[in-house]
Nanobody, 118 residues
Framework: QLHLVESGGGLVQPGGSLRLSCAASGFTLDAYAVGWFLQAPGTGREAVSCISSYDGSTEYADSVWGRFTISRDNAKNTVYLQMSSLEPEDTAVYYC???????????WGQGTQVTVSS
């Protein structure tokens, strides 16, 4: 089991920005694909973005395209999700996950709350 810890969530006004971090311990995160997911109250978990381990290619959900950016800092063993132009609809618990590909995740963090409200 890989250990992942998310941080960086909080309360932000519409139009604001946040950067979420997904830090790994006990293993090298750049050997894994890492995805970000959100779960809003009363809904299922949805994929937001993913960065592959093979070539660093990235994927985004249509709802966040052009507003969110996923990236790696291998020196810090961390993956980030930079979120800009936040909307109330982005309010959710955000989770990161690691796995062998962007279609297969085996380890999950505990989540960090993002609330977009004026």
């Amino acid at each position: 089991q890989l250990h992942l810890v998310e941080s960086g969530g909080g309360l932000v006004q519409p139009g604001g920005s946040l950067r979420l971090s997904c830090a790994a311990s006990g293993f090298t995160l750049d050997a894994y694909a890492v995805g970000w997911f959100l779960q809003a109250p009363g809904t299922g978990r949805e994929a937001v973005s993913c960065i592959s381990s093979y070539d660093g290619s990235t994927e985004y959900a249509d709802s966040v395209w052009g507003r969110f950016t996923i990236s790696r800092d291998n020196a810090k063993n961390t993956v980030y999700l930079q979120m800009s132009s936040l909307e109330p609809e982005d309010t959710a618990v955000y989770y990161c996950a690691a796995g062998s590909s962007c279609f297969h995740f085996t380890s999950w963090g505990q989540g960090t709350q993002v609330t977009v409200s004026s």
